[in-house]
């Protein structure tokens, strides 16, 4: 039994070498995946410590991560169910060795589902803003541009790790006009009332967690974006797979180093840094998925419709 890449990857998890939900979840499953088909366990009771381990690792790297936690998830029930039905050691290695691979499977066509999905509430002409860094929101507005909508997106530089770099990178990359805004500028620049220099019809940002009563942790930051939305009555909407609800509120927002924002503190300072916020159900308009767009109120009934394993 090798847990070593196991632990490599979570370490890699953890260092934030690798970033953003879905990516990190593909790599972590795969992972799963490849050390079960390759490895040779010499009994029933190994693979169970093996199994066991690596879902703690995985789980314990990084506090936010429903997607990669659903995954696991996934694979505890499909191990529990071969369990209950006498399956003898090859069988489960071979079926959970498949149940990450058809879950991998899953993430993919949400991918390519979802900017279909989505570009259909953006109009012609529209200012979007949008907040971090989000392959799944990236798609959106590419695939909205390239139908012809004339967007044009608005990016926070998103601090202190400055994501928009990669977000304005993949946007100028596909042809999308892109301009970035200062995220102290943010809620002011977004909100329509007061002094508005540029009108914004729409906010639309990913998801690291999508609670069962609908609000959202993401990037520290959306809060702020997503309430003076509301103020001045601009659509929000959420990209996200069902796959990031959190049905067993478990997960919490995380807190990174101090050191993350200033390196060469002074002794003495205490420095508060969240990694992520909390947008309430009540300022999303709605959750843009692979089974459609879901208004906030909905979506334990969709969970429970389409992937019950999610719920106890």
Known sequence: ????????????????????????AKAA??????E?????????????????QAVVFLKQARATEPMLFNGLKYCLVTYKNLLAKKADLKTITTKLFQACKSYL???????????????????????????????????????????????????????????WRKTSQDLVKAGVPDTMITDDAGPF?????????THIDMLIIGSDAIKIDGSVYNKIGSFSLALAARH????????GSLTKV?????????????????????KGLDIINYAFD???????????????IINPKDIKKVVKKNCPWMVK
């Open 36 to 52: 079960i088909q390759k490895q040779k366990f010499k009994s029933l009771k190994e693979f169970d410590t093996f199994l066991k």
């Open 278 to 292: 909390k947008v309430p159900a009540k300022f999303i308009t709605g959750i843009i998925t692979e089974y459609g």
């Open 29 to 34: 499953i795969d992972t799963l995946a490849k």
């Open 105 to 163: 499977g899953d993430i993919e066509r949400e991918e390519a589902l979802r900017p279909l999905i989505g570009a259909k509430v953006i109009k012609k002409n529209m200012n979007i803003v949008t907040h971090c860094h989000s392959w799944s929101v990236i798609k959106l507005l590419v695939t909205a541009h390239q139908q012809g909508k004339n967007i044009h997106v608005y990016n926070t530089e998103t601090r202190p790790l400055y994501q």
């Open 232 to 239: 001045s009555k601009i659509p929000v909407y959420i990209v």
């Open 189 to 197: 620049f977004i909100d329509n009332l007061y002094e508005s220099t």
């Open 1 to 24: 039994m090798n847990l070593a890449p196991i632990k490599n990857i979570a370490d890699d998890i953890k260092a934030i070498k690798i970033q953003w939900a879905t990516p990190l």
């Open 246 to 266: 959190d049905t067993e509120n478990t997960v919490k927002i995380e807190q990174r180093s101090g050191k993350e924002l200033r390196p060469d503190a002074p």
